[in-house]
Each structure stands twice: as structure tokens, then as C-alpha cells.
């Protein structure tokens, strides 16, 4: 267990529509990080949150959005849904030595 | 942009055989990490390195830094059906934020 939560584990949603990605770090961990990982792409760098405040954004479309909320969850939201935004979404807290923990991510399909 | 290059980018080989994945930069990482995936799961932390020139090893899992902290290698010896995984590398160029490889696919057969 890496102590990285996220919910929901599977989500299948239409285009067009909106869906809120939810993240809960290892606790005491002030940081979240968003990543999108797709077939084509392999793993992208979405953006990162530390003690509420953005920190550094990365290949994140301007459809998407992210918070983190002072008991340090985050949620992602994704809105107006391509087919092409399907993929796994994880989110990850640093760990103390270098690198990071990943929750199990998220699986978005766009039917 | 910072890149990062794995190769190969699939391996399907025996058990019982040594493989080596690389991972490959222009630019110089402050650090690299290699990570295990599998099917459905996150990434799973193997190792960190730091210093150019660094070797940590984990049980069959030889992991080095390249002196110059541009390249790095991830070696298993003798491959069991339990490595089957993707292997990813990624780095830190000065920020914390992480850069990941392109990954390589690693199957094992008994």
C-alpha cells in the first residue's frame, strides 16, 4: 500500500461531459502530483500541487483543471471530454529519499 | 524539452537470462529513479541514484548512474518470470518535478 489513494479506480463517461478525479496523499505529504499515462504517450506530466498552491504545470490542457484543498486532497477535474483524454490518471506524493509514491490511478473511458 | 529515451524499447526473453535496460538524456539529471509497473497498477519506486558514477544494487537488479548523470542502466540477472513488467526511468532536471522515459516492456517466459 503506498498510502497514495485515489478515487474512483474505473470511470466511463460520454463526450463532452465533466468528471472530478480525487486524490488523497500519504498523509503528512504536502505535496500532489497529477500525471496522465496513455498508450501513445506514456507518462505526462500534468501538474503539482504543494500545500495548496500550484507549483508547476506541465502538458495540461486548458479543459482540465486542478485544486488541492486545505486537508491536502486534490481533485482533478476534466471537462467538454475528447475521446482522446482517455487514459490512466495517477497522482503521486514525494517520497522523503527522492522519487515518488503513485496511488493506483484512475481509468477514464470516453465512449 | 527534456527527453528521456529508453531502450529496447521490448524485450521478451527467458528465465534464466541477463538483460539490460538503458535510459538515456541530453541533459543532466540532479537525479534518476527507475520504476516497475504493472498491468493496472501505478508505478512502483526500485531505486533512486545521485552521484554520477553510482551502482545500487537490488537483489537481481543492478542500477547504475552514468558519470556524467546523463544515462543510466537498470541490469537483471538471470530474468524470473516475476520481473515481467514496464520498466521506467525518470528524472529531476533541477526542479522536483519528475520526467518519465519512454519505458520498456520486459517479458519474461519460464
Known amino acids: ?111 | 524539452t527534456q527527453l528521456l529515451e529508453q531502450s529496447p524499447q521490448f524485450l521478451s526473453i527467458q528465465e534464466g537470462e541477463n538483460l539490460t535496460v538503458y535510459c538515456n538524456s541530453s541533459s543532466v539529471f540532479s537525479s534518476l529513479q527507475w520504476y516497475r509497473q504493472e498491468p493496472g497498477e501505478g508505478p512502483v519506486l526500485l531505486v533512486t541514484v545521485v552521484t554520477g558514477g553510482e551502482v545500487k544494487k537490488l537483489k537481481r537488479l543492478t542500477f547504475q548512474f552514468g558519470d556524467a548523470r546523463k544515462d543510466s542502466s537498470l541490469h537483471i540477472t538471470a530474468a524470473q518470470p516475476g520481473d515481467t513488467g514496464l520498466y521506467l526511468c525518470a528524472g529531476n532536471f533541477i526542479t522536483d518535478k519528475l520526467i518519465f522515459g519512454t519505458g520498456t516492456r520486459l517479458q519474461v517466459f519460464p
Open chain 1, 1 to 111: 500500500d503506498s498510502g497514495v489513494t485515489q478515487t474512483p479506480k474505473h470511470l466511463i463517461t460520454a463526450t463532452g461531459q465533466r468528471v472530478t478525479l480525487r486524490c488523497s496523499p500519504r498523509s503528512g505529504d504536502l505535496s500532489v502530483y497529477w500525471y496522465q499515462q496513455s498508450l501513445d504517450q506514456g507518462l505526462q506530466f500534468l501538474i503539482q500541487y504543494y500545500n495548496g498552491e500550484e507549483r508547476a504545470k506541465g502538458n495540461i490542457l486548458e479543459r482540465f483543471s486542478a485544486q488541492q484543498f486545505p486537508d491536502l486532497h486534490s481533485e482533478l477535474n476534466l471537462s467538454s471530454l475528447e475521446l482522446g483524454d482517455s487514459a490512466l490518471y495517477f497522482c503521486a506524493s514525494s517520497v522523503p529519499m527522492g522519487g515518488y509514491t503513485f496511488g493506483s490511478g484512475t481509468r477514464l473511458t470516453v465512449v
